[in-house]
């Protein structure tokens, strides 16, 4: 790379491939333009920083970038990646965490009773409020005691699988 600047700007192209913004095609042409490299290089580059944006956004710490990289890497080199992804680590786990797919998270919840109606059997009513939208279940007894074992097995598996 020629520049600090270069080392910056392509890890920016490839955090724009990461989210989603950029294509993968457009992100090695931008790191080619920005470094003056040929398209397999370009290519080569573009999936080791993909590789180590990625890793070092998800454990959060610059501090790992050294355990990510070879031995032999120029120190030089590891240390402005070091700087130029401290510099930036906060910003990009912030994008990358608006570009991320994730189910809707549960806000509140509440249930209620429902045996005021003789002409059918009691039944459960639970009031879901997500992050998207706000839903009721009414659930009879057969239904809600297959969704307590249910629940049931799944606390069991976690609960062997954190000891």
Same mark, same amino acid.
Request: hydrophobic share 35%.
């Given at each position: *790379?020629?520049?600090?600047?270069?080392?910056?700007?392509?890890?920016?192209?490839?955090?724009?491939?990461?989210?989603?913004?950029?294509?993968? @095609?457009?992100?090695?042409?931008?790191?080619?333009?920005?470094?003056?490299?040929?398209?397999?290089?370009?290519?080569?580059?573009?999936? *080791?920083?993909?590789?180590?944006?990625?890793?070092?956004?998800? %454990?959060? &710490?610059?501090?790992?970038? %050294?355990?990510?990289?070879?031995?032999?890497?120029?120190?030089?080199?590891?240390?402005? #990646?070091?700087?130029?992804?401290?510099?930036?680590?906060?910003?990009? %786990?912030?994008?990358?965490?608006?570009?991320?797919?994730? =189910?809707?998270?549960?806000?509140? =919840?509440?249930?209620?009773?429902?045996?005021?109606?003789?002409?059918?059997?009691?039944?459960?009513?639970?009031? =879901?409020?997500?992050?998207?939208?706000?839903?009721?279940?009414?659930?009879?007894?057969?239904? @809600?005691? &297959?969704? #307590?074992?249910?629940?049931? %097995?799944?606390?069991?598996?976690?609960?062997?699988? *954190?000891?």
């Amino acid at each position: *790379a020629s520049s600090k600047q270069s080392v910056a700007q392509c890890c920016h192209h490839v955090l724009g491939l990461i989210e989603g913004s950029n294509t993968w @095609l457009a992100t090695i042409d931008n790191i080619c333009k920005e470094v003056n490299i040929g398209v397999e290089e370009g290519g080569e580059l573009c999936a *080791a920083l993909e590789a180590l944006v990625g890793k070092v956004v998800y %454990k959060g &710490t610059a501090s790992c970038i %050294k355990d990510l990289l070879p031995d032999d890497f120029h120190p030089n080199l590891r240390d402005l #990646l070091t700087k130029v992804i401290s510099s930036n680590l906060d910003e990009w %786990k912030t994008r990358m965490l608006q570009y991320q797919v994730s =189910f809707p998270k549960l806000l509140n =919840f509440d249930w209620r009773l429902e045996k005021d109606n003789p002409s059918r059997a009691p039944s459960c009513v639970v009031n =879901f409020e997500t992050s998207d939208k706000t839903m009721e279940v009414d659930m009879s007894r057969e239904t @809600l005691d &297959t969704m #307590l074992g249910s629940l049931s %097995k799944i606390r069991d598996q976690i609960s062997s699988i *954190a000891k």
